[in-house]
């Protein structure tokens, strides 16, 4: 089965960093864009950041634009997310997902459980 384990969430700061990682299997995770979500309580899901296939292109929200970084690892079918600066408002839960058409489709295919990310003042 499709599986997207995500982990590395905890509680940390204002100013800390995390480094979140995203564990696939069940697909061909060269064929996919990996994208990272997040959800704060009572509010939409929002995009975070997402990789091409091959990891040569990447995207931010401008919100977390210089603070992080998205990467991938196609021999491990991992990918990651470095935070560093983090703010309260970054808190939510981070989820990742894959899509086989590339970052600019929003429609992804394969979503993960998440995993929490507490930022305190």
């Known amino acids: 089965d499709v599986q997207l384990q995500a982990s590395g969430g905890g509680l940390v700061q204002a100013g800390g960093s995390l480094r979140l990682s995203c564990a696939a299997s069940?697909?061909?995770?060269?064929?996919?864009?990996i994208g990272w979500f997040r959800q704060a309580p009572g509010k939409e899901r929002e995009g975070v950041s997402c990789?091409?296939?091959?990891?040569?292109?990447?995207y931010y929200r401008d919100s977390v634009k210089g603070r992080f970084t998205i990467s991938r690892d196609n021999a491990k079918n991992t990918v990651y997310l470095r935070m560093n600066s983090l703010k309260p408002e970054d808190t939510a839960i981070y989820f990742c997902?894959?899509?086989?058409?590339?970052?600019?489709?929003?429609?992804?295919?394969?979503w993960g459980q998440g995993t929490q990310v507490t930022v305190s003042s």
């Open positions: 997902a894959a899509v086989y058409s590339g970052c600019d489709d929003h429609d992804y295919d394969y």
């Open positions: 069940g697909f061909t995770f060269d064929d996919f864009a």
């Open positions: 990789v091409s296939s091959s990891g040569g292109r990447t």
